[in-house]
């Protein structure tokens, strides 16, 4: 009954604020996450692309956001764009240390880490089209735009979702790395409860009952959404 009224939404209740925090949780991942799906995408393309240069470049970005830990990336971000802040604000005639928004520092680090990733998933989806395909698009005197567009997308998204879909497992559990500059998602405000409560228990469990939640639902629309694109594939014995 302590644990019900503890989370709860009474007047003594933590319940809207857990809520509104896994809100701020889900806001920042996918953010993070459909700004990374954009960076992939121009990595891998310039990974595929014949200018030396441009795949030098994909694959220096991939390793090092891929080598980094992901809470050095989030303090770089952080301290490194609040520093030019404070600079310009100095200009202006403001003193002392200006920080950057947290919401849009996280969802930076996190979009540029998981682009990292979602290079090498885009990378791995184009390499699996059969080759005959492509050789056969360039007989019948296909433009590379017209063949991106009738045989490479379509198939390449087909086989990138269950690498996309852990990449966003993979977000999901970064952002909790975000409390450490002060955004209040789900894990910060379990710290915050904890602390006012002297009950972490109950507030880590229920943060870890809620991730799983969040994990749970986001899993069953991935699976819906392989399954629509697998329709029509015979699928191995």
Do not use: H
């Not at 996450?33 to 954009?38: A, K, Q, R």
């Not at 056969?136 to 269950?162: K, N, S």
């Not at 809620?210 to 069953?220: H, Q």
């Amino acid at each position: 009954m302590q644990y019900l009224q503890l989370m709860g939404f009474g007047p003594d209740g933590w319940g809207r604020d857990m809520l509104a925090a896994t809100g701020m949780t889900v806001a920042v991942s996918i953010a993070g996450f459909f700004g990374g799906i954009v960076l992939g995408c121009l990595s891998a393309a310039a990974k595929f692309s014949r200018f030396t240069f441009l795949r030098l470049i994909a694959e220096f970005y991939t390793t090092v956001f891929r080598g980094v830990p992901d809470l050095l990336i989030i303090y770089l971000f952080y301290f490194g764009s609040s520093s030019v802040i404070s600079t310009v604000a100095a200009l202006f005639g403001a003193q002392g240390f200006v920080s950057a928004p947290a919401l849009l520092i996280g969802a930076l680090a996190i979009g540029v880490v998981s682009g990292a990733y979602q290079t090498q998933v885009f990378v791995g989806a184009v390499n699996a089209l059969a080759k005959g395909e492509i050789e056969a698009a360039r007989a019948c005197g296909m433009t590379p735009f017209l063949m991106f567009r009738r045989i490479v997308l379509p198939q390449a998204v087909r086989f990138a979702i269950p690498g996309v879909g852990n990449v966003w497992q993979l977000v999901l559990k970064e952002s909790a790395l975000i409390s450490v500059i002060g955004l209040v998602e789900l894990m910060r405000q379990s710290q915050i409860g904890a602390g006012s409560t002297r009950q972490p228990f109950s507030f880590y469990l229920t943060a870890g009952a809620l991730y799983l939640l969040i994990t749970f639902v986001s899993g069953f629309g991935f699976r819906a959404l392989e399954r629509r694109a697998m329709r029509g594939v015979r699928r191995a014995a």
